[in-house]
């Protein structure tokens, strides 16, 4: 199997210069000091595939994708997968079956070995769910659905998912959402899904989860919920990315609300979001488009 290494080269360049991060339009953003070329190293990225979610997590032997996109956008995955020379998934992540989370799955599991499949325990008949169970059968992968709070086997990490806590939602397939909390020494990454209202509570009361995080995916491509001031300002976060497109920007009283913590906020709408972290210092870059 090949693993691709965080690229050193990538790494030097964040240590070169520093450029004040926040949203503005299509720009290379970083925040963060140098770090240690010998210290372990987690890369994220949080890529542009308009309104949907697709993150990806590398370590230096392991990887971990989070959610899939779209159909129409699987490319931008897969490109960067076969650029970087990956070939083996560790984790994909379902958080929940809307078409903008598991439509690019088929893909992905069609063009790469995925070592283990998580998904939340709900039903799903989107036409987008069918193709994604399909190639799991055929690529003879029987996933995982998460009922518990589970912990993830990622080098020089503590990941932990934390399921839904209930059987239904008023808001279905968002509130279903599973949410990933990463911790890599120092810093804290929290991967939100699309909690809407019922979710965020469950979160704000969730037995041994610790809301403050340094990085947040913000729920929902940045919908505001009635909550919503209340969850900010629980994981209060450094740095905040955005999914989103230029056709559905996050609501201003979410931005608000983030300008307001000190936050530094991403929108994938603007490029590609790259974080790079050892443990101790946070480095982003932003790419155009």
């Known amino acids: 199997m090949t693993r691709r290494r965080p690229g050193m080269a990538f790494l030097a360049a964040l240590l070169l ?3 004040p991060a926040g949203c503005g339009g299509g720009k290379e953003a970083e925040q963060g000091s140098g770090q240690a070329a010998d210290a372990p190293e987690l ?5 542009n595939v308009g309104k949907g979610d697709a993150v990806l997590l590398e370590t230096e032997e392991q990887a971990m994708l989070i959610d899939a996109g779209y159909d129409d956008t699987s490319a931008v995955i897969l490109d960067y997968l076969e650029a970087e020379e990956i070939d083996t998934l560790d984790y994909l992540v379902i958080t929940h079956f809307d078409k903008d ?3 690019g799955a088929d893909k992905i599991l069609e063009a790469v070995e995925v070592l283990e499949v998580l998904e939340p325990d709900y039903e799903s008949d989107s036409g987008q769910t069918e193709e994604y169970r399909e190639t799991l059968k055929e690529q003879g992968i029987t996933p ?17 998912v934390y399921p839904p806590r209930q059987k239904d939602y008023e808001e279905e ?11 890599f020494g120092e810093e804290g990454f929290l991967f939100a899904g699309d909690c809407e209202k019922e979710r965020l509570s469950e979160l704000l009361a969730e037995s041994g989860l610790n809301l403050r995080h340094q990085v947040l995916k913000v729920p929902h ?6 909550n919503s001031d209340k969850f900010l300002l629980a994981v209060d976060p450094e740095a905040a990315v ?23 906020v991403y929108l994938t709408s603007e490029g590609t979001v790259t974080c790079v972290t050892d443990g101790s210092t946070l480095s982003f870059r932003q790419e155009q488009g």
């Not at 890369?43 to 890529?47: A, I, M, P, Q, Y």
């Not at 955005?242 to 936050?263: V, W």
């Open 173 to 183: 397939d968002n509130d279903f959402s599973l949410v990933i909390s990463l911790r």
């Open 17 to 19: 210069f520093s450029v």
């Open 101 to 103: 989370h598991v439509g």
């Open 242 to 264: 955005i999914t989103c497109s230029e056709d559905d920007r996050p609501d201003k009283e979410i931005l608000e609300l983030l300008e307001q913590l000190g936050t530094e």
């Open 43 to 47: 890369k994220v990225t949080f890529f």
């Open 221 to 226: 491509h940045g919908r505001e919920e009635k």
């Open 144 to 160: 995982v659905r998460v009922t518990d709070t589970k912990e993830l086997m990622l080098e020089g990490a503590d990941c932990t």
